[in-house]
């Protein structure tokens, strides 16, 4: 996957631009977070090979996945071998504390890939911040990524209503290929979770107020880029 497909969409489709590479850690756990988009979404595989291709020191992304996975035909088998791990909180952290692995996360879950194209790049709620719990549990910093480009790679027009039909989750009617949109990754500044006591976990509001900083740092940095992009297909 990494040398044929990720190769050619990284290099040659997407085009990808990297900005703030040296923000992700070299060494321990780090949680990163991102907003996500589109109906197959190719931001995931996009920032793990980024990491990989232009970090001073490459480091394997683990990616978690909502559940729903497990109903898709082929998906259901390819998401764990290409790196997938389900998103729950004792995988998220065994990966940061006890490996002091990468952890890539989507606080917008399936709300994101169902996001229509008149939505694009209008970040929906973080849920409830079970992100920020996991990295202040293993005391892991927080590095926001703004990503460019996914919504237009693969946009989302309408859904339709074959739920019962099919048994998926949500039948989007999108581009049946990704379209050459240009990419670009931002890596933020990293947020410290080592430094508010020894339990911040339980504090629910502290809690809530980092989750919203988090969507209002990569929400701002999105409208940034936006604002200096030429072309979704030039950048």
Same mark, same amino acid.
């Given at each position: 996957m990494d040398r044929t497909v990720y190769e050619f969409l990284y290099h040659y489709w997407f085009r990808v631009e990297?900005?703030?590479?040296?923000?992700?850690p070299s060494t321990g756990g780090a949680l990163l977070v991102s907003n996500h988009a589109g109906a197959l979404p190719p931001d995931a595989a996009m920032i793990a090979?980024?990491?990989?291709?232009?970090?001073p020191r490459p480091r394997p992304v683990h990616m978690t996945v909502?559940?729903?996975?497990?109903?898709?035909?082929?998906?259901?088998m390819l998401v764990p071998k290409i790196g997938g791990v389900p998103a729950h909180p004792a995988n998220v952290h065994r990966l940061l504390y006890d490996e002091e692995q990468l952890v890539l996360v989507f606080p917008e879950g399936a709300k994101g890939t169902e996001k @229509?194209?008149?939505d694009r790049y209008r970040l929906r709620r973080f849920g409830r911040g079970g992100f920020v719990e996991a990295a202040? %549990?293993?005391k892991a910093p927080i590095v926001p990524i703004a990503v460019v480009g996914a919504e237009e790679a693969q946009p989302i027009f309408a859904h339709l209503p074959l739920?019962? @039909?099919t048994g998926l989750i949500y039948a989007p009617l999108a581009p049946l290929v990704y379209l050459p949109a240009k990419f670009?990754? %931002?890596?933020?500044?990293?947020?410290?979770t080592d430094r508010w006591g020894e339990a911040p976990w339980e504090d629910t509001g502290l809690v809530?107020?980092?989750a919203e900083d988090v969507r209002g740092r990569i929400q701002e940095e999105l409208y940034e880029m936006l604002a200096r992009r030429r072309s979704p297909w030039l950048g």
């Open positions: 990297v900005e703030g590479i040296e923000n992700v090979k980024a990491v990989k291709e232009e970090h909502e559940h729903f996975f497990k109903g898709y035909p082929l998906l259901s @229509l194209y008149k202040m %549990r293993a739920k019962r @039909l670009r990754i %931002r890596f933020l500044e990293p947020i410290a809530q107020t980092v």
